[in-house]
């Protein structure tokens, strides 16, 4: 939709001898029905009178095409300045120009992101960088605008301010990437603006590629659709086995018939399912198939996640464009989107906005939107008041549309190992449902509970030295003081000198797979729905036990937290109904915090009795010295931790990349061959992912008396047969040439080649069995 449209000369026209604002605030009423406020007015008076200032240049030609407010199809984006043409050899051409009034603005450490006065009374306010948003336009019309498409229309983005001057923030190399996708223009740069559009727009708007771009369908481009599957393709993360595939296929047969029915599909799964990894595996499907679907969530959090794993890189990318919010469908037109996939649906709200006051039913809109809506959910993921995603509001939803509704499940869990039975006992440990499973064996899934949070965070920052996958939460029972202030120290236990900061607004959505952040405690809204190899959480004093019997109290909870604002008033007007809802929402945030592991699972509470409680229901591991030492496999590795993830026989039948796990001191026949390696192993895991597997690879533990890698003895490493002319300087692993080839247990070691041959302190080299490539953690 474009609010206003003429030519350069009607608009100049419009602008110095009439009033411009008066003429687009018209338009701009009879299109959406509403009037433009103050600010907007001001907005059109004064950048639109400087835009007439920059076309009032005889090379530009007088027939050019100019748009003012063209707002994306589908989105609540609007363009601000739109100049069409054709260039020097007629092809068509469109230049997108981002407008500001900023005089002033501060670099932030985030990807595209900027501080500045973005209009209103709050001040300074973080938000996209102009340069971003020009070319985060352009890319979308390029992506999903069939008239750019066919019509290989060229678009040059680009952002004017004309009231900021050159002061190294806007302007700061931080942005570099993005200024040269979309040149930036400042105060007294308004020749070098008028060269860019003189060398792009030659010619007037002959072909009215405004008109036709205004009016072109919406359908993901060929080049997008390449890319989302180029970018899916080798990520271990999202290959779907048993059930996920099963729902996956469902789905995609159920979205083929929405043409003739709208269908909604409901797909419940608890903590650890894959729904995630479905819903991600259905977008790029549908993309590939040019279908216009989004990835559409609640929270931020796994929207940014999934997008940096797809995309390979913290940085925004043009698939940003598909992940969206759910309080973007206010005002879409029905049946405008082939899919919505919607994860984390249990967090949907009533209504939209930062203070909620906006749009009618978030799953009403979605429904209506789409021709299939397809709700991940898990009823018991229910975390703040405001949710209202549970399935049989969606069912009614549904059925009020007149919609064919279609019910799967997810159950399998991939999560937590042994999961099905800690979740089971988590759920009659907390008394949110009674189960069979009063104590959890950790054998099966590493659950300790720790006197001391400076204790529990010391190991959770050992295990994330290996791969970045683990960090510790909290219940959101202290307040942040460090979000306004870098410097305060949020979470503070004194008996423990234990201070840390809430996951810092630097990190943004990417929290849990940033740099450094386990040093940092993440709350509700940066875990749920994303998963970690070890989890460790400070359940706060919202969770007790009183006479043994599992009591919440959401008035703990920090005055900030907005999951539970609300239930004072509640309270007041209906105690027992807030008291029910008020333990089920801090019961459902301890659930969700502590499935958020594959490997394990700690935890500090600050109530002493609950701690107790929980050692109460657990029983203790056994430990390397407390089996039978003959069984080499279980003294090994019953005490170990593993930086790789297990894979199954069910993911490897499915093409899943993994490499075989070794035991070293079990015979030496296994090195006889890569063959003999795949007989030899004892288990798989993932490769690292910057390697692909290749025969004659495995992973073993480097002997603890190695003398070719100092301090790094138990370490795990990755080995390879030799293969060709070994470098000088290489890490062999050989074993002593005097063991026989028979079961006898062989004694091996690390040493260094050289020319000469494999340096070691005793002269006796041994027989070289494998090169190491890398090692990991302990």
Same mark, same amino acid.
């Given at each position: 939709?474009?609010?206003?449209?003429?030519?350069?000369?009607?608009?100049?026209?419009?602008?110095?001898?009439?009033?411009?604002?008066?003429?687009?605030?018209? $338009?701009?009423?009879?299109?959406?029905?509403?009037?433009? &406020?103050?600010?907007?007015?001001?907005?059109?008076?004064?950048?639109?009178?400087?835009?007439?200032?920059?076309?009032?240049?005889?090379?530009?030609?007088?027939?050019?095409?100019?748009?003012?407010?063209?707002?994306?199809?589908?989105?609540?984006?609007?363009?601000?300045?739109?100049?069409?043409?054709?260039?020097?050899?007629?092809?068509?051409?469109? =230049?997108?120009?981002?407008?500001?009034?900023?005089?002033?603005?501060?670099?932030?450490?985030?990807?595209?992101?900027?501080?500045?006065?973005? &209009?209103?009374?709050?001040?300074?306010?973080?938000?996209?960088?102009?340069?971003?948003?020009?070319?985060?336009?352009?890319?979308?019309?390029?992506?999903?605008?069939?008239?750019?498409?066919?019509?290989?229309?060229?678009?040059?983005?680009?952002?004017?301010?004309?009231?900021?001057?050159? !002061?190294?923030?806007?302007?700061?190399?931080?942005?570099?990437?993005?200024?040269?996708?979309?040149? #930036?223009?400042?105060?007294?740069?308004?020749?070098?603006?008028?060269?860019?559009?003189?060398? $792009? =727009?030659?010619?007037? @708007?002959?072909?009215?590629?405004?008109?036709?771009?205004?009016?072109?369908?919406?359908?993901?481009?060929?080049?997008? %659709?390449?890319?989302?599957?180029?970018?899916?393709?080798?990520?271990?993360?999202?290959?779907?086995?048993?059930?996920?595939? =099963?729902?996956?296929?469902?789905?995609?047969?159920?979205?083929?018939?929405?043409?003739?029915?709208?269908?909604?599909?409901?797909?419940?799964?608890?903590?650890?399912?894959?729904?995630?990894?479905?819903?991600?595996?259905?977008?790029?499907?549908?993309?590939?198939?040019?279908?216009?679907?989004?990835?559409?969530?609640?929270?931020?959090? /796994?929207?940014?996640?999934?997008?940096?794993?797809?995309?390979?890189?913290?940085?925004?990318?043009?698939?940003?464009?598909?992940?969206?919010?759910?309080?973007?469908?206010?005002?879409?037109?029905?049946?405008?989107?082939?899919? #919505?996939?919607?994860?984390?649906?249990?967090?949907?709200?009533?209504?939209?906005?930062?203070?909620?006051?906006?749009?009618?039913?978030?799953?009403?809109?979605?429904?209506?939107?789409?021709?299939?809506?397809?709700?991940?959910?898990?009823?018991?993921?229910?975390?703040?008041?405001? @949710?209202?995603?549970?399935?049989?509001?969606?069912?009614?939803?549904?059925?009020?549309?007149? %919609?064919?509704?279609?019910?799967?499940?997810?159950?399998?869990?991939?999560?937590?190992?042994?999961?099905?039975?800690?979740?089971?006992?988590?759920?009659?440990?907390? !008394?949110?449902?009674?189960?069979?499973?009063?104590?959890?064996?950790?054998?099966?899934?590493?659950?300790?509970?720790?006197?001391?949070?400076? !204790?529990?965070?010391?190991?959770?920052?050992?295990?994330?030295?290996?791969?970045?996958?683990?960090?510790?939460?909290?219940?959101?029972?202290?307040?942040?003081?460090?979000?306004?202030?870098?410097?305060?120290?949020?979470?503070?236990?004194?008996?423990?000198?234990?201070?840390?900061?809430?996951?810092?607004?630097?990190?943004?959505?990417?929290?849990?797979?940033?740099?450094?952040?386990?040093?940092?405690?993440?709350?509700? $809204?940066?875990?749920?729905?994303?998963?970690?190899?070890?989890?460790?959480?400070?359940? &706060?004093?919202?969770?007790?036990?009183?006479?043994?019997?599992?009591?919440?109290?959401?008035?703990?909870?920090?005055?900030?937290?907005?999951?539970?604002?609300?239930?004072?008033?509640?309270?007041?007007?209906?105690?027992?109904?807030?008291?029910?809802?008020?333990?089920?929402?801090?019961?459902?945030?301890?659930?969700? #915090?502590?499935?958020?592991?594959?490997?394990?699972?700690?935890?500090?509470?600050?109530?002493?009795?609950?701690?107790?409680?929980?050692?109460?229901?657990?029983?203790?591991?056994?430990?390397?010295?407390?089996?039978?030492?003959?069984?080499?496999? =279980?003294?090994?590795?019953?005490?170990?931790?593993?930086?790789?993830? +297990?894979?199954?026989?069910?993911?490897?039948?499915?093409?899943?990349?993994?490499?075989?796990?070794?035991?070293?001191?079990?015979?030496?026949?296994?090195?006889?061959?890569?063959?003999? #390696?795949?007989?030899?192993?004892?288990?798989?895991?993932?490769?690292?992912?910057?390697?692909? /597997?290749?025969?004659?690879?495995?992973?073993?533990?480097? /002997?603890?008396?190695?003398?070719?890698?100092?301090?790094?003895?138990?370490?795990?490493?990755?080995?390879? +047969?030799?293969?060709?002319?070994?470098?000088?300087?290489?890490?062999?692993?050989?074993?002593?040439?005097?063991?026989?080839?028979?079961?006898?247990?062989?004694?091996?070691?690390?040493?260094?080649?050289?020319?000469?041959?494999?340096?070691?302190?005793?002269?006796?080299?041994?027989?070289?069995?494998?090169?190491?490539?890398?090692?990991?953690?302990?």
């Amino acid at each position: 939709m474009i609010i206003y449209q003429a030519s350069k000369t009607d608009f100049l026209n419009h602008t110095l001898r009439d009033d411009i604002e008066d003429i687009v605030s018209r $338009h701009y009423s009879e299109a959406t029905g509403r009037s433009a &406020g103050p600010p907007e007015l001001r907005a059109w008076k004064n950048s639109l009178f400087e835009m007439a200032k920059v076309l009032q240049d005889e090379d530009i030609p007088d027939d050019a095409g100019v748009a003012i407010e063209y707002q994306l199809p589908q989105t609540s984006k609007r363009i601000d300045f739109v100049i069409a043409g054709e260039d020097d050899q007629n092809r068509p051409t469109v =230049v997108i120009i981002e407008l500001k009034q900023w005089s002033d603005s501060r670099r932030s450490d985030k990807d595209a992101l900027i501080w500045a006065r973005r &209009g209103g009374s709050s001040g300074e306010r973080e938000g996209t960088h102009p340069c971003y948003q020009a070319w985060s336009y352009a890319s979308y019309l390029q992506d999903f605008n069939t008239a750019v498409q066919e019509g290989a229309v060229t678009l040059r983005p680009c952002a004017y301010l004309h009231n900021h001057a050159r !002061d190294g923030e806007i302007d700061h190399p931080h942005y570099q990437r993005y200024i040269e996708k979309a040149p #930036l223009f400042l105060a007294r740069e308004r020749h070098r603006l008028q060269q860019f559009i003189r060398q $792009h =727009v030659r010619f007037g @708007d002959r072909r009215k590629n405004l008109y036709l771009i205004d009016n072109g369908k919406i359908r993901p481009s060929k080049m997008l %659709a390449d890319s989302v599957k180029g970018m899916l393709q080798g990520k271990a993360e999202f290959v779907m086995i048993d059930d996920q595939k =099963v729902i996956y296929e469902t789905v995609l047969a159920t979205a083929s018939l929405a043409n003739s029915q709208k269908q909604v599909v409901i797909v419940q799964g608890g903590p650890g399912t894959g729904k995630s990894v479905v819903a991600v595996n259905l977008l790029t499907k549908l993309i590939e198939r040019q279908r216009n679907a989004r990835y559409v969530s609640k929270n931020a959090a /796994p929207r940014a996640v999934y997008e940096a794993k797809l995309a390979g890189s913290f940085r925004k990318s043009r698939i940003s464009n598909l992940f969206t919010g759910s309080g973007s469908f206010q005002n879409t037109a029905s049946d405008t989107y082939d899919a #919505l996939i919607v994860d984390e649906a249990h967090r949907l709200n009533e209504k939209s906005g930062l203070y909620r006051n906006q749009g009618d039913h978030q799953i009403r809109e979605i429904v209506k939107a789409a021709r299939c809506a397809v709700f991940f959910v898990d009823d018991d993921q229910r975390v703040t008041i405001h @949710d209202i995603g549970h399935t049989e509001e969606i069912r009614r939803i549904a059925a009020e549309a007149g %919609a064919a509704v279609t019910d799967l499940n997810l159950s399998s869990q991939f999560r937590c190992k042994g999961s099905d039975g800690y979740l089971a006992w988590l759920d009659d440990t907390l !008394d949110i449902r009674r189960t069979a499973n009063d104590v959890l064996d950790t054998a099966e899934y590493d659950f300790r509970v720790f006197d001391s949070p400076a !204790d529990m965070h010391a190991l959770i920052e050992k295990k994330n030295r290996s791969n970045n996958r683990s960090r510790v939460v909290a219940g959101y029972c202290w307040k942040w003081p460090s979000k306004k202030t870098p410097a305060p120290h949020d979470i503070v236990i004194e008996e423990f000198d234990y201070r840390r900061r809430w996951n810092l607004d630097k990190d943004g959505s990417l929290w849990i797979i940033a740099p450094n952040s386990v040093e940092e405690v993440g709350c509700i $809204h940066t875990c749920q729905g994303l998963e970690l190899d070890y989890v460790g959480v400070i359940i &706060g004093p919202d969770l007790v036990v009183r006479d043994g019997k599992v009591i919440a109290d959401a008035s703990r909870r920090a005055p900030s937290d907005q999951s539970v604002r609300g239930l004072k008033k509640m309270m007041r007007e209906n105690p027992a109904k807030a008291r029910r809802l008020g333990d089920l929402i801090v019961k459902n945030t301890y659930r969700t #915090l502590l499935t958020r592991g594959i490997k394990g699972c700690f935890v500090y509470c600050t109530d002493p009795t609950l701690a107790t409680y929980l050692k109460s229901r657990i029983r203790p591991v056994i430990t390397a010295e407390e089996t039978d030492e003959s069984d080499e496999t =279980v003294s090994t590795f019953m005490s170990s931790e593993l930086p790789f993830r +297990f894979v199954t026989t069910a993911e490897r039948e499915l093409g899943q990349p993994a490499l075989p796990l070794i035991e070293l001191k079990r015979s030496v026949n296994q090195f006889a061959s890569a063959k003999s #390696l795949e007989v030899a192993a004892i288990d798989w895991v993932t490769p690292p992912d910057w390697i692909t /597997p290749q025969s004659g690879m495995f992973v073993a533990k480097l /002997p603890s008396d190695s003398t070719g890698l100092d301090g790094l003895g138990d370490s795990w490493g990755l080995f390879r +047969f030799p293969s060709g002319e070994l470098r000088d300087g290489a890490t062999l692993l050989v074993v002593d040439k005097a063991a026989p080839w028979t079961s006898t247990p062989a004694r091996y070691q690390m040493k260094i080649y050289c020319r000469d041959g494999v340096a070691e302190k005793d002269n006796e080299s041994g027989q070289i069995l494998a090169e190491l490539l890398a090692t990991f953690g302990k």
